[in-house]
């Protein structure tokens, strides 16, 4: 099977098997691995990838779920242009 | 490919005028009132973007503007929704190459105040839950203002074409379709309720004993929604799980195909693999039919079928296979889903070599769970722990549904995964409960909120609800309603 292949994060391109790396050289902590690997950071905000590396770092280190802190989750929560926060976006060209 | 014909519902009704967009320079026909995305897929167009960094292509995933893999250049502009954001005549659409500028043409913005709104109680989601919110602090006196990030509200309710069980009073019998016509008309009708549609929520704040939900409307302008308290009902987000190019472009959420299917009317594929024999995988299986598709089978990695047995009897009759203890391995396929390969597991849950099977599929349905969507709650400082038995991290919470945080309540999905019906009584308990927080409501509606966490109870009463319970207990706040 070709580890390379297996998505875990979307937004940012990182691979599973990226990821077992970090955790094989000692890095297991969930927020090092976010600042490293950009994980959680893309547009979607780690709703897809932040869940599966949570399961991989419970995996190889033998940790539960529930010991693994939650990155913090901060504004905006959703991919907002820049425009529109400070008022009103000019899209015309 | 779109759906002309099909048992239940009436596509040629509910579509818009016939519009022209660009895709690629390419003219397209479109129809207005739908996305983007949903257009796409009816032109055959399965690739979005390639990723940034290694050049992966990437399509549709969840269809309901969370997972943000379907992003687009729309009119020059990067990073847009195509599945939340409506198609418009002469849009330019274009593929995304990884992390895209915006271009120098663009003028900067002009420094302007946001719209305020201000309400009673501020309800985040237009699903089940929020509208049965939205009605119920209504009804209690309060002054209701509900924002939804899709262009239609009804959440996950506009796309179910089977019957729902329960009581009459919670709509048993009814088609989930119909029972979203039923609560949007009558929210739509109460003059005590405002109703805001493609209007993201980007953050909650309080000020003094006022509470503040930041909000984009229509990705265009700033919107400050005002209430003594906040009710989120945010729903859930699809699980993926990790297997080969499990970002191909035809690897959608099962709630994805629902939406291109059953909302929009586009014939999401030919021939479709299901991974996962919960009540959402055998419900997909059946609702594929119905459009139209060839469903080859649904393979489930736990020993037996999850689902409800009358679900799983039904499918089974129609003649698709459902092998448990099966996995998937990889998805091949140039650009977009051509092949599944799957493998059956052992004890151990690994693949045992030699039991490779190959379906020739252009669309893999993940079907494999759900996750309640708390960011908001989340960033809004509420405690939040990880309940299996909900199906994720979910908030603590009480009885009433409120969070840690006073005034702001939880309802449906986004308080650990359930079903429509609990999110319905869910969704009435926190109205009320807010709309009482609000000072708006008379203290007699506390009967009201008993009488429905009294068919909270009856209603979990099953296996199913058995095991929920269990969850709800330990994120319980205070005494539980038993």
């Given amino acids: 099977m070709s ?32 600042r490293l690997t950009r994980i959680g950071m893309g547009p979607c ?34 991919p907002v242009p820049m425009g529109v926060l400070a008022g009103a976006m000019n899209n015309e060209e | 490919m779109r759906l002309n014909e099909h048992p239940i519902l009436n596509f040629q009704k509910r579509r818009g005028k016939k519009i022209k967009i660009y895709f690629e320079g390419q003219p397209l026909d479109a129809y207005e009132g739908e996305t983007i995305a949903m257009a796409l897929h009816a032109a055959g167009i399965r690739v979005l973007s390639y990723s940034g960094e290694k050049h992966r292509p990437r399509g549709l995933f969840c269809a309901i503007g969370k997972c943000s893999s379907c992003l687009v250049k729309v009119n020059g502009i990067p990073n847009v929704r195509s599945c939340i954001t409506l198609v418009e005549d002469g849009m330019r659409i274009e593929r995304q190459q990884g992390k895209e500028e915006i271009p120098k043409t663009v003028k900067p913005p002009q420094w302007k105040d946001a719209i305020k709104v201000e309400g009673d109680v501020v309800i985040i989601g237009g699903g089940p839950a929020g509208l049965m919110a939205a009605i119920n602090a209504a009804k209690a006196g309060a002054k209701v203002v509900l924002i939804d990030e899709n262009p239609m509200l009804g959440g996950q309710l506009v796309k179910q074409t089977h019957k729902f069980f329960g009581k009459r009073e919670q709509f048993a019998g009814v088609r989930g379709v119909k029972i979203a016509e039923i609560l949007i008309e009558q929210a739509e009708k109460n003059e005590n309720i405002e109703l805001y549609t493609e209007t993201s929520a980007i953050g909650i704040f309080q000020e003094n004993d006022r509470k503040l939900v930041v909000a984009i409307r229509k990705n265009k302008e700033l919107v400050e929604f005002w209430g003594k308290a906040i009710v989120v009902a945010t729903g859930a987000m699809e699980k993926m799980i990790p297997f080969e190019n499990n970002d191909l472009p035809g690897i959608y959420g099962a709630g994805a195909i629902q939406t291109l299917m059953n909302t929009y009317g586009v014939k999401p594929a030919d021939r479709v693999l299901i991974v996962g024999a919960g009540n959402v995988g055998l419900i997909l299986a059946y609702q594929l039919l119905q459009a139209g598709v060839e469903v080859k089978a649904i393979i489930e990695a736990m020993p037996k079928v999850g689902g409800y047995f009358v679900h799983a009897a039904k499918v089974r009759r129609l003649g ?33 070599p030699g039991t490779e099977k190959v379906f020739d599929v252009d669309v893999i349905a993940l079907a494999v769970g759900l996750r309640p969507s708390i960011e908001l ?14 199906s994720g991290h979910v908030v603590r919470r009480d009885a009433r549904m409120e969070t840690t945080i006073k005034g ?41 909120i008993e009488k429905t966490q009294k068919e909270l109870t009856e209603f ?23």
């Fill in chain 1, 45 to 78: 905000q780690g709703r897809t990838c932040i869940p599966l590396v949570m399961r991989i770092i419970a995996r190889k280190t033998g940790k539960k779920i529930e010991e693994i802190p939650v990155p913090a989750t901060r504004v905006p929560t959703r």
């Fill in chain 2, 377 to 390: 709650l989340h960033q809004a400082g509420c405690q939040i722990a990880y309940i299996r038995e909900l």
């Fill in chain 2, 408 to 448: 702001i309540f939880v309802a449906g999905d986004a308080a650990g995964i359930e079903e429509a019906t609990t999110a319905m009584l869910e969704g009435k308990i926190a109205g009320i409960s807010a709309a009482l927080y609000s000072g708006k409501s008379n203290i007699s509606w506390l009967k009201e």
């Fill in chain 2, 320 to 352: 698709i296979p459902i092998l448990t203890r099966h996995t998937i391995l990889r998805a091949e396929g140039k650009e977009k889903v051509e092949r599944a390969i799957v493998a059956q597991l052992d004890e151990n849950w690994k693949p045992i």
């Fill in chain 1, 3 to 34: 580890e390379k292949d297996i998505i875990i994060c979307r937004c940012n391109d990182v691979t599973q098997k990226e990821i077992e790396d970090l955790i094989d050289q000692g890095i297991t902590d969930i927020e090092e691995i976010k």
């Fill in chain 2, 460 to 482: 979990r009463s099953g296996p199913f609800g058995k095991h929920v319970l269990e969850g709800i207990k330990k994120v319980m706040v205070g005494e539980i309603n038993e």
